[in-house]
Structures are given as structure tokens and as C-alpha cells.
């Protein structure tokens, strides 16, 4: 089959599904795990011959039952009616238990397709395709679809764990990740960073047989915590040909913040969850669910905050390391807020080269009412003196606007970022003025530097600086379109409401 038709085939089910009342979601889950049993069973056959093991079923208490079926691809795909059902439910059960990547893509898994009919026509689908044979762009392209597919779903809170491709690969850009080097994200959400890494060190290195090994296997490292979204991660990954469907987990299910585990890395890549509480759901004595701030008592910390953001600024900043070099998502409050905030903008600045912020426009999240930059900096080794001696800001974000599906962010908006960024050579950066010639009149750039000096002696050491006149406001033949418009009220106004609430949640919790 054609690559268009095996896509066109894989969201046909999603459409049918979806009408049954099954989400993209749900879908997504069974598909992940049928093409993993399905690539399983490939592998076992010529020329792989693997010898990949399946354990046999087990009974509600997890004992193996006598004579039980393997839990593998032949005997699902062998089922029909009610014991496909039955047989599909326990195989589920069965294989969370197992270790390393099996048990991980397993976990907490559970049929969501009560319709035997309709699991059959999905395991039909799978079976008549040899997975293994297609190339990982194809494999990969399906199945980023169908996250991206998801993310759009508002209502499952997916998107929160998508970060747009367009700005990863920017990301990525700038850094540019070389062969050999490790590459760690805490909050790692569905992998985009891992794949667009993996990309741009395949397209711009030719690579030994060592440095290929190390890439497949060595070179990516994780947290995530919420177990659907992990399994997405493992899958997407390993469809790009990241990992062994028999080996270790490369993405931790444990909470990046709690401990400093001691390992460092060569580069950080992340965009940590938003919303600027970290916080765990208890139940008291009454019975009744109690939402309790969490403050992670770190000594290596520069400060103790409940601030998720901050937390994991500190977090990234420890990970690294010394000329280890991060590229990291953060909303607003990490460039302004006092107290914690102060503190960690200080450290920052005095332990780190932050050389580089990015100022991303509102419309390009699927959480809405995200206001966010990116922070570009290199850990250094100890001294006296502040490593970072200038900050370059780029603002992408007065006087731009985009939304989610009329008007995405493209790699292409970003291209003159990129391109002053100077991946190259950071030390020969200029900045610019547009002019026009004929009238000697011009703008001010979107790109200016700030020294170290400046920005300390700002109030509370505020790295949210902004320059450029907003046209909107003076010039009604300015205003974007009003879809635009309405997009970046609702913006403003989700961006206004979670304020509130955070106020709020800090008010009952004193009380």
C-alpha cells in the first residue's frame, strides 16, 4: 500500500471510532499496544528471529493459569467475538506486570473498544501490514499524526504534553545535538524532543557503527510521569528506531524533582508541564480530597518554592553537565516573579551562560492561555565571577499572531531567529535595524542585547523585557483578523482566569 493509504486507513478507524464515543485518546492507546505485539511477532520470524518471550495469561490475582494461552500476537489475532474481548482484557492485565519496555508500554492498560467487531477490523489492519519493513519516516509520520490528532482535543487535556514540532525543531536548530553526547528531558511529555534530535543528528553527521549504537541506545534519557502518556512516548520513540522492543526503558515514571539521582548530561531539551503549581490530591480523615502544595526539599536547590516552573529550572540547571547546554520552555512568571523568582534569576545568571531568550508569541499551545519563552543557557564551572555577560532577547511575539489550526506556527517564522542566533559562532551575533533606505526611517529589531549589568540592576532582576510598540494598540488598519482577535482575547482572558485560581487555591490554603 501507498504511504497516503495506509494513513488515510489508520484515521478512517480514528473517524469511526470516534462516532462510538471513543476518542483519539482511547484509539491511540489500542493502537499502541496491538503495533507493538504486531512488531513483536514480526521480529520473531525470519530474518529477525529475535526469540522475543510472552508470558502466559494470568488470573485476576496474578497467578499464571494452568495450560493459559501466551499473551502474544498469534493468539489475539486468532480470537473472535466475546472471547476476543475476554482474552484481549486479561492479555492487558497480564503483560503490565512484565519488566523493562514491555511492562512499560502496558501499564495500567485497559480496553477502551467494548465492540469486539470493531477490534477486529483494528487487528486486521495492523496484520496486513509488515511494520517492520516500513521505513521509520512512514511509521513515524502515522503515529505523530495521531498525537498530534489527540493533542487538538481540548477536552482530554492531551495537549498538555505536546509541544508544537515547529518550535522543537527551532529548538533543536540552535543547539544542534552532536553523535556520542547525552540528551535528557524531565517532563518528556509524547518525545518530540528525542525525535527531533535524533533527526538532526542523523541528517548532519555520517555516522559510524559505534556512534549509531550509541544513538539507538545510549543517548536519550527521560521522566514522565503519567503512565498513557509514557507508553506514547516509549512507542513513538521506538518507531523512529530509538531503543530494543526487548530492552530497558529509556523514560523514568518517576518524578524528576523529588531527588538529584547524580547523573549528568550534555544536553537538556524540555518543556516542563504547565501550570505554576506543583501540587499532590490527598484524602483527610473526613474522606474528603485535600490539594496540598508541594515544596521539594532539595539541598542542591537554590531556593525552596512550590513554583512547578522554578522547581524545574533549578531541576534542569542540576542536571547538567559543566559546558552542558539546555534549551527550555518557561512561562512569564519565570522571568518576573519575586522572592523564589529573584533568587533563581540570580543563580542563573552568576552559575550559567543564559545567553538567549526567545519570546514565543500566544495561539501556538494547546493549553490555553500560555504566555512563554525559551530559555537558552550553558552550565559553567564554579567562579566568582558571573559567567553570563550579555542576554540577547528575541521577540516573536509583539505585533504576532497565530492560532492553533488557521494560522500554525511554521519552522519558516522562525527562521530569522535561528539565523541570528548563530548556531555556528554565538560570539559573532550583531544586531539589526530595518531600514528603509529611501526615507532613512525604519523599525526596531526584534533582536537586541541586554548586558549582564543592565539586568541586575533591573528591579527584582526581571527578565521580562519587552521593547517593540505594540501597533494594535495605536493603529486600528493593524488589527489581526478577528478569528485572530477573538484567539488571542480568550488567550488573555484563560491566562487572566488562572491567575485568579492560583490566588484563590493560595487563599483557601492559608485559611
Known amino acids: 500500500m501507498t504511504e497516503s493509504s495506509i494513513i488515510s486507513k489508520v484515521w478512517n478507524f480514528a473517524s469511526v471510532l470516534r462516532d462510538d464515543g471513543v476518542g483519539y485518546g482511547d484509539y491511540l492507546e489500542q493502537i499502541t499496544y496491538l503495533l507493538f505485539l504486531k ?3 514480526e521480529l520473531n520470524k525470519p530474518p529477525y528471529n529475535k526469540g522475543l518471550k510472552f508470558p502466559h495469561l494470568k488470573d485476576v490475582e496474578g497467578t499464571e493459569q494452568k495450560d493459559a494461552e501466551v499473551c502474544d500476537w498469534q493468539t ?29 508500554i502496558f501499564t495500567k492498560s485497559q480496553n477502551k473498544i467494548q465492540d469486539p467487531a470493531k477490534l477486529l477490523k483494528i487487528i486486521d489492519m495492523i496484520d496486513k501490514e509488515e511494520w ?24 482530554s487535556g492531551a495537549g498538555q504534553y505536546f509541544t508544537p514540532r515547529s518550535l522543537i525543531r527551532a529548538m533543536v536548530e540552535c543547539v544542534r545535538p552532536e553523535p556520542k553526547k547525552t540528551i535528557i528531558d524531565p517532563a518528556c511529555g509524547t518525545g518530540g524532543f528525542f525525535l527531533a534530535a535524533y533527526d538532526h543528528i542523523v541528517a548532519n553527521n555520517k555516522l ?37 522492543i526487548d530492552g530497558e526503558s529509556f523514560i523514568s515514571s518517576v518524578d524528576a524533582l523529588i531527588s538529584d539521582e547524580g547523573i549528568r548530561y550534555d544536553y537538556v531539551l524540555a518543556n516542563p508541564p504547565f501550570g505554576k503549581k506543583s501540587s499532590m490530591t490527598s484524602t483527610n480523615e473526613a474522606g474528603e480530597q485535600e490539594k496540598q502544595d508541594l515544596s521539594y526539599n532539595r539541598q542542591d536547590f537554590w531556593a525552596s518554592t512550590s513554583n512547578k516552573q522554578l522547581n524545574f529550572l533549578q531541576h534542569i540547571k542540576s542536571l ?3 559546558h552542558g547546554e539546555a534549551a527550555v520552555v518557561l512561562p512569564d512568571n519565570v522571568l518576573f516573579e519575586g522572592g523564589a523568582g ?48 550579555d542576554v540577547w532577547f528575541y521577540d516573536y511575539r509583539t505585533n504576532i499572531h497565530h492560532t492553533l489550526k488557521k494560522k500554525p506556527m511554521q519552522l519558516e517564522d522562525l527562521q530569522e531567529f535561528i ?35 543592565e539586568i ?33 482575547i480568550i488567550e488573555n482572558l484563560e491566562a487572566g482566569l488562572e491567575s485568579f485560581r492560583e490566588i484563590m487555591e493560595t487563599l483557601n490554603n492559608e485559611n
Open 320 to 322: 547538567l553537565k559543566i
Open 208 to 244: 559510524d557503527k559505534e556512534q549509531k549504537d550509541f544513538l539507538k541506545n545510549k543517548t536519550f534519557h527521560g521522566n514522565e510521569i503519567v503512565a498513557n502518556t509514557r507508553r506514547m512516548c516509549l512507542m513513538n520513540m521506538f518507531l523512529h528506531n530509538i531503543g530494543e
Open 456 to 488: 541586575i540592576a533591573r528591579d527584582k532582576t526581571n527578565l521580562d523585557i519587552f521593547w517593540l510598540r505594540d501597533k494594535s494598540l495605536t493603529d486600528l488598519d493593524n488589527l489581526p483578523d478577528p478569528d485572530i482577535l477573538a484567539a488571542e
Open 39 to 41: 512488531m513483536a511477532d
Open 342 to 389: 529573584e533568587t533563581v534569576r540570580k543563580e542563573l545568571l552568576k552559575t550559567t551562560e543564559l545567553h538567549t531568550v526567545l519570546r514565543l508569541p500566544t495561539g501556538i499551545f494547546y493549553a490555553n492561555g500560555v504566555k512563554a519563552n525559551v530559555l537558552f543557557f550553558d552550565n559553567k564551572p564554579a567562579s566568582k565571577e558571573a559567567w553570563t555577560k
Open 132 to 155: 517492520t519493513m516500513m521505513g521509520a519516516d512512514l511509521k513515524g509520520k502515522i503515529y505523530e499524526g495521531l498525537l498530534e490528532k489527540n493533542a487538538e482535543d481540548t477536552k
Open 419 to 453: 539565523e541570528l542566533y548563530n548556531p555556528k559562532n554565538r560570539n559573532k551575533r550583531k544586531e539589526t535595524w530595518s531600514e528603509d533606505p529611501s526615507t532613512g526611517s525604519g523599525e526596531e529589531s526584534r533582536w537586541r542585547k541586554y548586558s549582564y549589568e
Open 76 to 104: 489475539l489475532s486468532s480470537k473472535r467475538g466475546a472471547e476476543l474481548e475476554a482474552f484481549y482484557t486479561q492479555m492487558l492485565r497480564t503483560l503490565a506486570t512484565e519488566s523493562g519496555m514491555l511492562g512499560q
